[in-house]
């Protein structure tokens, strides 16, 4: 356990339907990072925050996905009318940046999306 | 961040010590090796990274070459649990910019610990 927490851990839905994923990331993480991972892939980064702001997005990321950080602490990334091709694991990622340190990032365990 | 080269899959007996490679030819100064693992179905784990100097913690060691275009995680004594898919990533590792964090994984190195 890495101390960055995901829920749900796994999530069944129908396709067209909306699906929310929570990650809380280790305490005074101020980096929070989303990442996708398909089977036989290694992970691919989403998007990331600092503190509550989004500073970067993948173009993975299509206008049906959106991430919040609304305090700065727990993100949640939402995907609006799934698709099959959402189908995969979402991994989240934290670290604590301070502008001169290189700190290690940690991972959650995922959450799976399965879209039938 | 620099591309890396990962064997697909590699054997090793369990006791042994388990040797994975990892070429990053066009590595540049200010990029360090990092090693993360993961297990089926759990999020990556971080193992260990360097610079320049060889690295070695509870988990691992690290031996990065003089040029440094390529590298070597040592397990020292592979057991079961150690079969994972093995990831080697190069990214700035000073905390400037916005890369930082953002790791750009490969296919990896499958390896396969067996009794």
């Known amino acids: 356990d890495t101390g960055v927490s995901q829920d749900p851990r796994h999530k069944i839905t129908k396709r067209g339907q909306n699906v929310t994923f929570r990650c809380d990331p280790i305490s005074e993480h101020n980096r929070l990072y989303w990442y996708r991972q398909t089977l036989g892939q290694g992970p691919e980064f989403l998007t990331y925050?600092?503190?509550?702001?989004?500073?970067?997005k993948s173009r993975l990321l299509s206008d049906r996905f959106s991430a919040e950080r609304p305090k700065g602490s727990f993100s949640t990334l939402e995907i609006q009318r799934t698709e099959q091709g959402d189908s995969a694991m979402y991994l989240c990622?934290?670290?604590?940046?301070?502008?001169?340190?290189?700190?290690?990032?940690?991972f959650g365990e995922g959450s799976w999306l399965t879209v039938v | 961040d620099a591309k890396t080269t990962q064997p697909p899959s590699m054997d090793c007996a369990e006791g042994r010590a388990a040797n994975l490679p990892c070429n990053h030819s066009?590595?540049?100064?200010?990029?360090?090796v990092y090693w993360y693992r993961q297990i089926h179905s759990q999020g990556p784990q971080y193992i260990i990274h360097g610079l320049k100097n060889n690295e070695t913690n509870e988990m691992a060691s690290l031996i990065i070459t003089e040029d440094r275009k390529s590298s070597t995680l040592i397990l020292p004594h592979a057991t079961l649990r150690d079969t994972a898919v093995y990831y080697c990533?190069?990214?700035?590792?000073?905390?400037?910019?916005?890369?930082?964090?953002?790791?750009?994984f490969g296919q990896g190195t499958i390896l396969t610990v067996h009794p």
């Open positions: 990622a934290s670290t604590r940046y301070s502008g001169t340190s290189r700190n290690t990032i940690y």
């Open positions: 925050f600092q503190n509550e702001a989004q500073l970067e």
């Open positions: 066009t590595i540049s100064g200010n990029e360090y």
């Open positions: 990533i190069v990214r700035v590792g000073n905390a400037g910019g916005t890369s930082y964090g953002k790791l750009t």
